[in-house]
């Protein structure tokens, strides 16, 4: 069965870092466009950082310098390193991976950044 399963989300003060966590199951992500968007309350969904299965990264332009996207591909895992978090960071996480032909999204994982 294809999914992806996020974990790493929580509570954390401004200032702080979280690292999620992206597992994929029932394909091999080494072929596929990774990805992270995130949801704030009462928005739409937005990119916040890609990875190409050439290692391009992109980032959203309100997390450069802060956010970090890799992948493990022997694991088939791909990781979001988020620091120096911000209130507006605030929103639930998913990760998406894309081909020509496909596209799988996880649940996603809620992240809080308040004091």
């Known amino acids: 069965q294809v999914r992806l399963v996020e974990s790493g989300g929580g509570l954390v003060q401004p200032g702080g870092s979280l690292r999620l966590s992206c597992a994929a199951f029932?394909?091999?992500?080494?072929?596929?466009?990774m990805g992270w968007h995130r949801q704030a309350p009462g928005k739409g969904r937005e990119l916040v950082a890609t990875?190409?299965?050439?290692?391009?990264?992109t980032f959203q332009e309100s997390v450069k310098g802060r956010f970090t996207i890799s992948r493990d591909n022997a694991k088939n895992t791909v990781n979001l390193q988020m620091n120096s978090l911000k209130p507006e960071d605030t929103a639930v996480y998913y990760c998406?991976?894309?081909?020509?032909?496909?596209?799988?999204w996880g649940q996603g994982t809620q992240v809080t950044v308040s004091s």
């Open positions: 998406h991976a894309g081909s020509w032909s496909e596209n799988y």
């Open positions: 990875i190409t299965s050439s290692n391009r990264v």
């Open positions: 029932g394909f091999p992500i080494s072929s596929y466009t």
